[in-house]
């Protein structure tokens, strides 16, 4: 009987060096410019509990970094761009005079053309240069961006029609820039990494409303405010070209940098339909996406009619609308994202070591808990401005703890060669079923409770406030649907560390010992 792999070199240690450890003695095995330490890896953190792993980061750890922050500003800008047009939503419903409806299909035609193009930059991302494929889509978006600000007020279709284009460029980025931390980074500091890549989303999204509402007062012009992000998206894609590196996938989990071998796109489709852990917690991810969308859009329009009614603010007839609830629905959004991503991370490192499971708990924690601070919000927004916005707070924060941690279980339950396609299966999921159709369904509601109404400020709020109640039941749902995660994330997690771990024994060398001492080998090594 002979061993399932091929024979492999043997390697001697060098003539009067005493290895002092085990450790030494396995990072003999190592080739040159890979001997970093092994330490023991914690569990949950993208490997086994007491198995060994690599060093944290691959290559030179202070460009890793650097690549985290520049991949963190593009992030930045993206949601930024995204959530520019929900903060001067009303003076372009003003402009162009469309309903609720058709202002929802500004976000839903942006997300369609995002999520229908994401698994197919996935399947680029996971055979060709991810950094020129980001950079191709990033300089296409900026150029796109700028020229949606020049639409003349009788053609809104033309607008829809660049928010559509916007969304290839974005699409080309989300799908890829995960990995790319993913291949540069493991356990912990991996964690902590994406942490910071997502902070982009919550506060990312709280800057669009900021520089929307802004921009639009400075200038009395709210076709500005789709000016600021193209610009700074022409420095990302020089920072991008001349900083980030095309790390080897998969080499800073395995002893070596040879390149793994990629199946084909259907099969790794079948593979991944077949992972409960991936399937569930982006189920759950699109509970987050349904309700986080919702919110982006209709949140400030919905704080502005409770306003109206009540009587402390005048309604918007004409000219610029008062931006100042985009503002602060802006800085809650910058402030609980910020907060709660972070929270989010140390919550779910500190839980993990005394259960494993820990990551999908806190994010089925982090829905449910969401759920009734956001009913509360709505209930309250005719009687009290301020107790609306603090339960905003509170159900934000809590939707915030998901962000990076579901990034998380997504590149420890899949293998390194899938990840990209991964990750454009979630995001094509999450918005598809989510933040793609959750705009304009409650739009479409919102101004079909209006017709059965007599027409008034009173009718348009109250519209609007039965038809964001959906929000809560679709959180409880992506509740229930991590808390089925917490069921299988231990098994897939070892599944897909094993496949990786045979890579390593399959391409390890055997060390051979000095006389009198004994090495620990896996079995593999050994040639029956």
């Known amino acids: 009987m002979s061993s399932r792999y091929p024979p492999r070199p043997l390697l001697a240690p060098a003539d009067g060096v005493e290895p002092e450890s085990r450790e030494e003695e396995e990072a003999a095995a190592v080739s040159p410019g890979e001997a970093e330490a092994l330490v023991p890896c914690s569990p949950g953190a993208g490997a086994g509990a007491g198995s060994p792993r690599r060093a944290a980061t691959s290559g030179s750890p202070r460009r890793a970094v650097l690549t985290v922050c520049v991949l963190c500003y593009i992030n930045l800008l993206n949601y930024m761009d995204r959530f520019t047009v929900a903060g001067v939503l009303p003076d372009i419903e003003e402009y162009f005079e469309i309903g609720d409806s058709s202002s929802g299909l500004l976000q839903t035609v942006f997300i369609c053309s995002y999520m229908v193009l994401a698994p197919i930059f996935g399947y680029l991302g996971d055979r060709y240069n991810r950094k020129w494929i ?41 799908t890829i820039a995960p990995t790319v931390i993913a291949d540069l980074f493991v356990g912990d500091l991996r964690s902590r990494m994406l942490s910071i890549f997502y902070f982009a989303i919550p506060v990312g999204s709280g800057l669009g409303y900021i520089v929307g509402s802004k921009v639009t007062d400075l200038t009395d012009d709210w076709h500005w405010a789709l000016r600021v992000t193209p610009g700074l998206g022409l420095v990302a894609v020089v920072l991008l070209v001349f900083i980030v590196p095309e790390p080897p996938r998969g080499a800073v989990e395995r002893r070596s940098k040879r390149a793994l071998v990629n199946t084909s796109w259907l099969t790794d489709v079948k593979e991944l339909s077949k992972n409960p852990s991936f399937v569930l917690s982006s189920l759950g991810f699109t509970s987050v996406a349904f309700v986080t969308g919702t919110l982006a859009l209709w949140a400030p329009a919905y704080l502005f009619r409770a306003q109206v009614v009540q009587g402390t603010m005048r309604p918007c007839t004409k000219g610029t609308c ?38 999908p708990l806190v994010c089925a924690s982090g829905l449910l808990g969401s759920a009734p601070f956001l009913y509360l919000a709505l209930a309250t927004a005719e009687a009290s401005t301020i107790a609306t916005y603090v339960f905003i707070f509170i159900g934000e924060l809590l939707l915030s703890l998901n962000w990076a941690i579901v990034a998380d279980i997504l590149l420890y339950v899949v293998i390194p060669t ?14 598809l079923l989510g933040d793609a159709s959750s705009p ?9 409770i209006r017709r059965s109404r ?19 039941f679709v959180g409880a749902m992506g509740g229930a649907a991590f808390l089925a995660t917490a069921v299988f994330i231990e098994r897939d997690r070892r599944k897909a560390e094993l496949y990786t771990q045979e890579l390593v024994e399959e391409d390890e060398p055997i060390v051979v010992p000095q006389a009198g001492r004994s090495l620990k080998l896996p079995v593999t090594s050994v040639l029956i």
């Not at 100042?324 to 910058?334: E, M, P, Q, V, W």
Request: net charge positive.
């Open 322 to 359: 008062n931006s100042l609830d985009s503002l602060l629905f802006g800085i809650i959004t910058c402030v609980t994202g910020f907060l709660g991503v972070g929270a989010g991370v140390e919550i779910s490192k500190r839980y993990r070591k005394v259960n494993p499971r820990a990551d």
């Open 134 to 174: 980001m950079s191709s889509g990033i300089l296409f978006w900026s150029v796109i961006t700028l020229l949606s600000s020049f639409v003349p007020k009788k053609f809104f279709w033309a607008l829809l029609l660049t928010r559509g284009l916007v969304g290839i460029g974005e699409a080309s980025y989300s």
């Open 440 to 448: 304009y369904l409650i739009g479409v509601i919102s101004d079909a």
């Open 418 to 431: 899938r990840r990209s396609t991964a990750e454009a299966f979630q995001i094509m999921m999450s918005h």
């Open 454 to 472: 007599p027409d008034s400020y009173l009718a348009e709020f109250r519209s609007l406030e039965y038809a964001l109640m959906i929000c809560c």
